[in-house]
T-cell receptor
């Protein structure tokens, strides 16, 4: 089946620094990728829709200047958490939209901001 | 807005069948999904069903859809300890150009030996 990877799987950073998370579709091209955030014991919340070659579409309440998304190619989308704060600590999951409109999820990135 | 509801916990004995239920509100849902999340891991797509189907079976998994009542269920036959995980129900409407999913809060399945 389709495979989506994320890197890094875990990251610890100091408050005020920026962290970049990569999402790659390994065996298919994805013009659309999604970024989700999951708080402990809660469901996933869609943050933004990433479209190759155009600006991302952010969900209400998500700061686009804080969560920078770049979808530079058909197999790579990046999420950069800028000026990270402890409240940004979370589990970030990306997904890529394949044919037949099915999303395939990456394994997630756990971010801890100290 | 759209909403997806699931019970939060389910406990079964190994070898029994598990049934996880889900209700949704969006009558224009076209695809409904079941995802599995093991501790500390991402989501794994288990199965999905088109809204014009009533049932889909895939090995130990059976999905039933009652579109009239907007009710979806996932039955796991011969449940094993390795099935212990959180199961998310999700729906989407691909009528437009978006493909974002609306997730339920997840049902934590505990399988006792």
């Amino acid at each position: 089946g389709a495979v989506v990877s994320q890197h890094p799987s875990r990251v610890i950073c100091k408050s005020g620094t920026s962290v970049k998370i990569e999402c790659r579709s390994l065996d298919f091209q994805a013009t659309t990728m999604f970024w989700y955030r999951q708080f402990p014991k809660q469901s996933l919340m869609l943050m933004a829709t990433s479209n190759e070659g155009s600006k991302a579409t952010y969900e209400q309440g998500v700061e686009k200047d804080k969560f920078l998304i770049n979808h530079a190619s058909l197999t790579l989308s990046t999420l950069t958490v800028t000026s990270a704060h402890p409240e940004d600590s979370s589990f970030y999951i990306c997904s890529a939209l394949a044919i037949q409109e099915t999303q395939y999820f990456g394994p997630g990135t756990r971010l801890l901001v100290l | 807005g759209e909403d997806v509801e699931q019970s939060l916990f389910l406990s079964v004995r190994e070898g029994d069948s598990s049934v996880i239920n889900c209700t949704y509100t969006d009558s224009s849902s076209t695809y409904l999904y079941w995802y599995k999340q093991e501790p500390g891991a991402g989501l794994q797509l288990l199965t999905y069903i088109f809204s014009n189907m009533d049932m889909k079976q895939d090995q130990r998994l059976t999905v039933l859809l009652n579109k009239k009542d907007k009710h979806l269920s996932l039955r796991i036959a011969d449940t094993q300890t390795g099935d212990s995980a959180i199961y998310f129900c999700a729906e989407s409407n691909y009528g437009g150009s978006q493909g974002n999913l609306i997730f339920g809060k997840g049902t934590k399945l505990s399988v006792k030996p």
